[in-house]
């Protein structure tokens, strides 16, 4: 009984160890690319105050341009701090 068991066991495992890998789930293609990737930090701010200017200036924005602005407002509002803990406003 014993033998029947273990046989069972390794056999289990060694069907367990070929199974083929689960597929990963395919992207959208419509998934965004990010327009700020390939630029270091000093770049992204720099990119970011320019396009604030020229909205500013009422200048016309190309597609890409808008894209890079509205990714440089998302980043703006990710990064804003968040309100102190009510324990650090009393001190």
């Given at each position: ?48 105050d320019r396009l604030e ?34 324990a650090t406003q009393e001190?």
């Amino acid at each position: 009984m014993t033998k029947t068991l273990s046989a069972l066991a390794v056999l289990l495992c060694a069907t367990a160890a070929h199974a083929a890998p689960a597929p990963m789930p395919k992207q959208p293609s419509t998934a965004a690319v990010d327009p700020l990737a390939g630029l270091n930090m000093d770049q992204q701010m720099e990119l970011c105050d320019r396009l604030e200017t020229l909205k500013k200036e009422n200048k016309p924005l190309s597609p890409k341009m808008q894209q890079q602005l509205k990714a440089c407002q998302a980043m703006s509002m990710e990064s804003a701090p968040d309100a102190a803990p009510d324990a650090t406003q009393e001190r």
